[in-house]
């Protein structure tokens, strides 16, 4: 059974940096999957924030390029380095986690979008003060 856990949420101020992590168990063994940042604030919908497929390729959205980096590792820990923080980037930050290929139009279109994902976490609260 995959589960994934979050950590390293926190709070910190507009320009600063946090890093958030995700723990991944239970991966079949040799199945192509992606997994992704989603973020939700408090009245919002739950939104795509980045995402990395199984040969590294990466989205992300356009609120957060140049300022955000996913990465995972070989031990499946994906992590979301944030620099330059904003206020309007304070939320929950889910981890999530899917199976299959994709073709180079779906993952342009479809890589950030929450029904692609059939396994979430808890999720880990990140606030950033103005």
């Known amino acids: 059974q995959v589960q994934l856990a979050e950590s390293g949420g926190g709070s910190v101020q507009a320009g600063g940096s946090l890093r958030i992590s995700c723990a991944g168990t239970g991966f079949p063994a040799d199945s192509p999957y992606s997994m992704a940042w989603f973020r939700q604030s408090p009245g919002k919908v739950r939104e795509g924030v980045a995402a990395i497929r199984v040969d590294g390729a990466t989205r992300y959205a356009d609120s957060v390029k140049g300022r955000f980096t996913i990465s995972r590792d070989s031990a499946n820990v994906l992590s979301l380095q944030m620099d330059s923080l904003k206020a309007e980037d304070t939320g929950m930050y889910y981890c999530?986690?899917?199976?299959?290929?994709?073709?180079?139009?779906?993952?342009?279109?479809?890589?950030?979008?929450?029904?692609?994902?059939?396994?979430w976490g808890q999720g880990t609260q990140v606030t950033v003060s103005s």
């Open positions: 999530a986690a899917m199976w299959g290929a994709w073709s180079t139009s779906s993952w342009q279109t479809r890589a950030l979008s929450l029904r692609e994902y059939a396994y």
